[in-house]
């Protein structure tokens, strides 16, 4: 797991208060990665900093490997970024908008249909922009971001004010774009479900700290698990005679709670019993629960992160 982008210990403080508390990230390349927290938590600052918009008051960044304060321009060669509400010039068209970036920075001004077409808005290219609805705003914000093709795309709330069609489509297009195209996308959100359809990584901050980072599936995946089978009472049994606490689900279902380096040998047990297994599955919670969990005020565990 090669690192593109790593964050080590940044912090930055708006007059009293500390916004972002010593925040050390690690994206890993190729990876689709979700930024998660609530309302003021510091993702906006975190993002701004990282693209060297804001100054971080501690800390280090690299970016593919450079430290970012050695970047210059031709960072924006390689990271296409869509950070609070893009602005445009009001009264001219997409394509207008689009093309004027790619004429001021000498690049071909083929890239403009080209994002156009794989945003979703090539049919309102000649509309002024002006006349936009908040969606296509949004998907401009995005065309922007894929100019001349960037290898990473750090994306603030992209899908902010999508209708639910359009959030489908975003969703399928930044997915797309990390399996097929192998591009890294660091993306925030404050929509918990969305982000857990979408990433392999997820970091969780919560006023400017960090509470967990890592691998999604670690972070959902409990040590619950549900069995649903024919016998249910001799399954019963056997599992309580094992120590291991049951609940009786709805459907003949139970649950119960172990390792995951047990569930094989329970699983084999059962076959050599002649159950009849027709479910056996890790209970995932969702990623609502954990995050309103390890957010409480008053909780005093910290997970600790893959990294850590
Ligand atoms: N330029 C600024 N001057 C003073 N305080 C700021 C500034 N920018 C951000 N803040 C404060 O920093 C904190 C974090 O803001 P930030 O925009 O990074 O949060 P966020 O996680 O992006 O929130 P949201 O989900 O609402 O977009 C907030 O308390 C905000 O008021
Ligand atoms: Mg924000």
């Known amino acids: 797991m090669e690192s593109i982008i790593t964050l080590s210990n940044v912090s930055k403080s708006y007059q ?30 975190t993002m701004r900093i990282l693209i060297g918009l804001i100054e971080a008051d501690n800390g280090e960044i690299f970016l593919k490997g450079k ?28 394509y207008e908008n689009l093309a004027y970036i790619q004429k001021i920075t000498n690049k071909p001004l083929s890239e403009v249909n080209r994002v156009l077409k794989i945003t979703g808005i090539f049919h309102v290219k000649d509309k002024k922009v002006k006349n ?37 489509e975003i969703r399928n297009f930044l997915i797309n774009l990390c399996k097929n195209e192998g591009k890294t996308i660091f993306v925030s959100s404050h929509n918990l479900a969305e982000i857990e359809m979408m990433a392999d990584y997820i970091a969780l901050i919560n006023q400017g700290e960090l509470i967990y980072d890592g691998k999604l599936d670690d972070i959902l995946i409990s040590k619950e ?26 459907d003949g279902k139970i649950s119960f709670k172990t390792d995951q380096n047990k569930i094989a040998f329970i699983n084999k047990q059962m076959t050599e019993k002649n159950v009849d297994v027709y479910e056996l599955t890790p209970r995932k919670r969702t990623l609502e629960e954990m995050f309103l969990d390890l957010t409480k005020k008053d909780n005093p565990k910290k997970v600790v992160g893959l990294y850590e």
């Open 67 to 94: 430290n970012i304060k050695e970047w210059n321009k031709s960072l924006f060669n390689h990271v296409g970024c869509f950070i609070d509400t893009p602005s445009y010039y009001p009264n001219l068209t997409a």
């Open 16 to 45: 009293l208060q500390q916004v972002v508390k010593n925040l050390s990230l690690i994206i890993p390349e190729g990876s689709l990665y979700g930024f998660l927290g609530p309302n003021g938590a510091g993702k906006t600052t």
């Open 132 to 168: 936009f609805s908040m969606g296509m705003k949004q998907r401009l914000g995005l065309a922007f971001a894929m100019l001349n093709d960037p290898d990473i795309l750090i994306l603030d709330e992209p899908t902010n004010g999508l209708d639910p069609e359009g959030i489908h």
């Open 225 to 250: 698990y549900i069995v649903k089978v024919k016998q249910t009472e001799e399954v019963i049994q056997m599992l309580t005679s094992r120590g291991l606490e049951i609940t009786r689900l709805r």
